[in-house]
């Protein structure tokens, strides 16, 4: 099931270090840049606008791998907070290909006790926000922070720099674990809806951002859920089947619950997901040469919310629910 916030703040540390028992190869190193592509195949390039089947997925600055082989300056990882089940039919962090120029040391630090919110957020070099640094953090982004007066956070970084955001631009982990789940469920539709126009791209977890307006990005379906339920610090399985694996299975909707839809003719592969958004709507990102929507389960699937249960099969797939918070 997900892990709530007092685990997601561990798990780039601790959970990483244990994983490593029994593989001498394979040593912790962290993300170093905003965002960076997963690749199938290193020395290959993310195409933008396009279905680009070299695309696994995106990860975030500070987030944990295991390295497994270096290979003319790429390097194979399981991305440790992205839990993944087809590629190996086990349970592992997702596999890939990456530059190891985008990665840097796993030093001692703070664990992560923030989230990012916003769809991009600019980082300071001084409290007054008046002297923009190098970095921007994608929505999801776990940092290490201090609260200063209810204005900014101060972020250390891994190297023991230190940069600030906003404040109202990331939730405090502790304080979102906190929340009653209805609230949780209503904050996770809030940053879904902030995605709403954002590309469809496969392997796509991050808006487009003013300051990398050619590199690809946007999201796939389950990259939209990843990332939205990563805002209320809860960490789900990367892609479309393996969030439908660990979900509890259920048999009404309720907001921010997950719609999970299987390959024709073949109920045993799920190959869509999306949230439902309340109202009778739901929330997605359909396919390549579209963008994250909100449609009506009418609309999209032909079928109100009442009559709309699981098992039903429509143009030959077949709808299941499931939810990662209790009711």
């Known amino acids: ?175 979102v674990a906190a929340l009653p789940h209805a609230e949780k469920r209503r904050m996770i539709l809030h940053s879904a809806q902030r995605l709403i126009g954002e590309p469809y791209y496969w392997g796509g977890r991050a808006a487009r951002s003013n300051a990398r307006a050619n590199r690809a990005a946007g999201f796939d379906c389950s990259g939209v859920v990843n990332v939205a339920y990563r805002t209320v610090g809860l960490a789900i399985p990367r892609d479309a089947h393996e969030q439908f694996l660990r979900a509890k299975k259920i048999s009404t909707l309720q907001p921010a619950d997950l719609i999970f839809l299987s390959a024709p003719n073949d109920p045993s592969r799920i190959v869509h997901v999306m949230l439902y958004a309340g109202d009778g709507d739901l929330i997605e990102a359909p396919q390549t040469g579209n963008t994250v929507r909100r449609i009506s389960l009418r609309e999209r699937l032909g079928r109100t919310i009442d009559q709309l249960t699981p098992g039903t099969v429509i143009d030959g797939q077949t709808v299941f629910f499931g939810s990662y918070l209790p009711a």
């Open 1 to 175: 099931m997900a892990l709530h916030a007092e685990m997601i703040r561990r798990a780039a540390r601790g959970a990483l270090l244990a994983l490593m028992t029994g593989c001498a190869m394979a040593r912790p190193m962290l993300v170093g840049v905003p965002l960076t592509d997963l690749r199938a195949h290193p020395r290959t390039v993310a195409q933008p606008s396009v279905h680009d089947p070299e695309e696994e997925t995106q990860l975030f600055y500070g987030e944990p791998v295991r390295v497994l082989e270096e290979h003319n300056g790429w390097v194979r990882v399981e991305a440790m907070e992205q839990a993944e089940f087809s590629h190996a039919t086990r349970w592992q962090g997702y596999p890939g290909w990456l530059p190891k120029s985008d990665l840097m040391a796993a030093h001692d630090q703070q664990p992560p006790s923030i989230v990012v919110a916003d769809p991009w957020v600019a980082a300071w070099t001084n409290a007054y926000l008046t002297d923009a640094a190098s970095l921007q953090f994608p929505m999801g982004t776990l940092l290490s922070a201090i609260e200063i007066g209810h204005q900014v956070w101060r972020i250390e970084l891994p190297d023991g720099e230190f940069v600030w955001i906003p404040h109202g631009a990331a939730r405090p982990l502790e304080q």
